[in-house]
């Protein structure tokens, strides 16, 4: 049932701003937003993706099991971080005529973040490191060999 609703809810508000960017069509170009869609989506299945993927290999046979986690979660954080500070950080936006337009030094506020977020998950990957590993997980039982004739 709270799927349904949910499901309600976000159909209704991604209907709400199709309708916002065919409304105002003339200071949203839906083209444009369109073509920035498909591409948005383009990149992530042809290169965020894969990339993602090999990175997960690489953690599952780097980085011990106990300590995956907290690396997967402080990568994670880090690649929205960066992806969302990359437009004010390029001066995407910034205007010679408006100097309270992106007055920050972004790139520096990244770092700060980035380094709150590897300093917290050191912290976590040092209390794993202290605390006795959790016991093994029983391996699941074999299923039953299928029966001749099917």
Same mark, same amino acid.
């Given at each position: 049932?709270?799927? =349904?609703?949910?499901?309600? *809810?976000?159909?209704?508000?991604?209907? +709400?701003?199709?309708?916002?960017? %065919? =409304?105002?069509? $003339?200071?949203? $170009?839906? %083209?444009?937003?369109?073509?920035?869609?498909?591409?948005?989506?383009? #990149?992530?299945?042809?290169?965020?993706?894969?990339?993602?993927?090999?990175?997960?290999?690489? *953690?599952? =046979? #780097?980085?011990?099991?106990? +300590?995956?986690?907290?690396?997967?979660?402080?990568?994670?954080?880090?690649?929205?971080?960066? #992806?969302?500070?990359?437009?004010?950080?390029?001066? =995407?936006?910034?205007?010679?005529?408006?100097?309270?337009?992106?007055?920050?030094?972004?790139?520096?506020?990244?770092?700060?973040?980035?380094?709150?977020?590897?300093?917290?998950?050191? #912290?976590?990957?040092?209390?794993?490191?202290?605390?006795?590993?959790?016991?093994?997980?029983? $391996?699941? $039982?074999?299923?039953?060999?299928?029966?001749?004739?099917?």
């Amino acid at each position: 049932m709270a799927r =349904r609703i949910l499901t309600a *809810l976000g159909l209704g508000m991604v209907a +709400f701003g199709i309708a916002g960017l %065919l =409304r105002n069509a $003339e200071a949203t $170009e839906p %083209l444009n937003a369109a073509l920035f869609l498909v591409g948005g989506l383009a #990149l992530h299945d042809g290169l965020v993706a894969p990339a993602v993927m090999v990175l997960g290999l690489v *953690l599952a =046979r #780097l980085v011990p099991r106990r +300590f995956r986690p907290t690396v997967q979660g402080a990568l994670i954080v880090s690649a929205a971080l960066t #992806l969302v500070a990359i437009p004010p950080w390029t001066g =995407r936006g910034r205007l010679a005529n408006n100097p309270s337009l992106l007055p920050q030094d972004y790139g520096q506020g990244l770092l700060v973040a980035l380094a709150v977020v590897w300093a917290v998950a050191a #912290l976590l990957l040092v209390r794993a490191a202290v605390r006795p590993p959790a016991p093994a997980v029983p $391996e699941p $039982e074999p299923l039953p060999e299928p029966r001749p004739g099917w």
